[in-house]
């Protein structure tokens, strides 16, 4: 309930114990570094992949991991910002999207699967077809297999009209969703955009277009599950709006 003040800053003792909990949730590990090290190990190449621009993955976010991945025994010379065109991804055995939950204009939906979208050589070739094939970037050489842990920043996620920040379509959902299920994060990610929508305009409010990228991620690129019903969803503190 206190990650976020007034202000919109983000809280960073909160958002630490925040990270604790859920990094041992997804693990199932009782000790924090044992979880981490359930992802990552001290002679990996760690690439952290944030949203870079416009509606921002909070920089708290992006350092707590670099700090949590630390005292896990990565070291930090071996921690890197590859969110980007210019191959640091390549270098790395693995990446951890960070992404900021939010609505996007060309995709119906941002969130997970998009964060990669730079590594693909050419984003506007990844917006044909409702952008359905969103998920092949997962696939690439450099890219595929390397995805051990998403961590989605949903403290104060964009319902609509994304990646441009219209601050009547904010709010404060003050979480993190994260798994090891890239699609099944996105999954999760996406019912809570949709029933915010639905809530705020007191009817069905379908995204548009729509986020078919999410079910062909699953069903054609065979990255991850993709049906709600067959996740498992472990929900912690705060559970007020959880919309899921």
Partial sequence: QNALDVMHRVNTKVLSEMLDKIVCAVAEK?????????????D?????????????THKEVTQLVKEKLTDAGVPAAKILHAQGSKGVHKRCSVLIPLPNLKA??????????????????????????????????????GVKGKTK?????????????????????????????????????????????????????????????PPICVEAADKV?????????KIKLV?????????V
């Avoid at 009782?30 to 001290?42: I, L, S």
């Avoid at 119906?108 to 970037?137: C, E, M, W």
């Fill in 149 to 209: 842990l998403v961590i989605v920043d949903a403290f104060r996620p964009l319902f609509d009209k994304g990646p441009q920040v219209f601050p009547q379509f904010l709010w404060h959902y003050n979480g993190i969703i994260a798994g090891a299920d890239p699609v099944a994060v996105e999954a999760v990610c996406l019912k809570i955009i949709q029933a915010k929508r639905d809530k705020f305009k007191g009817e069905s409010w379908p995204l548009s277009p």
């Fill in 44 to 56: 990996d190449t760690v690439g952290l992949v944030p949203t870079p621009h416009l509606n921002p």
């Fill in 235 to 243: 929900k912690m503190g705060w559970e007020k709006d959880t919309l």
């Fill in 30 to 42: 009782e000790d924090v570094k044992v979880a981490w090290k359930t992802f990552v190990k001290p």
């Fill in 104 to 141: 996007h204009w060309l995709t119906g939906f941002g969130t997970v699967l998009k964060n990669y979208i730079l590594f693909g050589g050419k984003p506007s070739a990844y917006h044909q077809a409702n952008s359905k094939d969103l998920g092949r970037i997962w696939t690439l050489p």
């Fill in 221 to 229: 690129y065979h990255l991850g599950c993709s049906d709600l019903r």
